[in-house]
């Protein structure tokens, strides 16, 4: 031990140059630390919403993070005196040596820049589905929803996706420039059913459900014009007529928040069938075979 603190000592000594840096560079770090938390607290006591203030920790982060890079690399470099030269070289080495990192580098700027989605938006990337609950330099974190898991419910697990498949894959995002998706229930009637009836029936019952939310998504498709060549011409509830092998399907086709897809399925579903036992006329149907047998002549 002896030994190891007197080759320290040594190294110091015949290194005053290095040994200022060293120093300089600890006094930078600690004090962007020191900076970074006062702020943060400052932050804290004067915001009360938890999701700003998560932005706000965030971009402090990244804020004194560069700052750190930017004083830290000028005492380790100070014979260069462009700073453009000093970024070019920088870059120049990552780019040979960290291809991936740097792709998700420039995922991140594009994240923050385009924003095609932020904290609290519901989205799909390849293949994993999930609200998005944390950004990265490197990566983003998504709570899973669907997988296993049916009605686009959550299922528990945090995935981590690099940055990088903003550029390589393609991108749904459920919540952002409109807060709704169109869902469908099928329901499928013998063809002896008064089918007529049972259509005017599910569609009252398709209103009563989303009575207030047509108005909402007419609004937010409005917006949403703005920047996108979007057009809809209804967005009422609909039951659509359909014939299949076993009997009538009536397609009943509404708007909804996605986040509510699962309890106002049920409760759409618990009403139909209640109806549907209200009425000798109307009936489900299921897979069957019918077999005619002529007679005997």
């Known amino acids: 031990m002896e030994n190891f603190t007197s080759s320290i000592q040594e190294f110091f000594l015949s290194s005053p140059e290095l040994t200022k840096q060293i120093l300089l560079s600890l006094v930078v770090i600690i004090s962007l630390w020191i900076m970074r938390h006062i702020t943060i607290r400052i932050v804290n006591r004067n915001i009360s919403e938890t999701k700003i203030q998560y932005k706000w920790r965030k971009n402090l982060t990244y804020l004194f993070v560069f700052i750190g890079v930017l004083i830290v690399g000028r005492i380790w470099f100070e014979g260069l005196q462009s700073l453009a030269t000093f970024f070019g070289l ?3 080495g990552l780019a040979i040596a960290l291809k991936d990192p740097i792709s998700d580098i420039a995922g991140w700027i594009f994240i923050l820049w385009r924003q095609p989605f932020e904290v609290g938006d519901r989205i799909e990337v390849d293949g994993i589905k999930g609200d ?3 950004t990265r330099l490197f ?15 959550s ?3 945090i995935m981590h996706v690099p940055n990088h498949k903003v550029f390589s894959d393609s ?3 459920y919540t952002s420039d409109f807060k709704f998706v169109w869902n469908e229930l099928q ?25 207030d939310f047509p108005a909402q998504a007419e609004q937010q498709v409005g917006e949403a014009q703005m920047s996108y060549l979007i057009y809809y011409q209804h967005l009422t509830p609909i039951v659509y007529t359909d ?6 399907c009536l397609t009943i086709r509404h708007p909804l ?7 106002i399925s049920e409760a759409i579903w618990e009403d139909l069938l209640q109806k549907i036992e209200q009425h000798d006329d109307i009936e489900l149907a299921y897979p069957t075979m019918r077999i005619y047998q002529q007679p005997n002549r």
């Open 90 to 92: 920088l870059t120049a």
């Open 132 to 134: 998005v609950i944390d």
């Open 187 to 211: 329901v499928l009637l013998t063809f002896e059913s008064d089918w007529k009836k049972a259509k005017a029936l599910f569609q009252e019952i398709a209103e009563n459900h989303v009575q």
């Open 171 to 173: 991108l749904a995002n």
């Open 243 to 248: 014939v299949q092998d076993s009997g009538v």
């Open 257 to 263: 928040n996605p986040r509510k897809r699962r309890g």
């Open 139 to 153: 990566k983003f974190s998504l709570l899973e929803i669907g997988n296993w898991v049916g009605a686009d419910q």
């Open 155 to 157: 299922t528990g697990r």
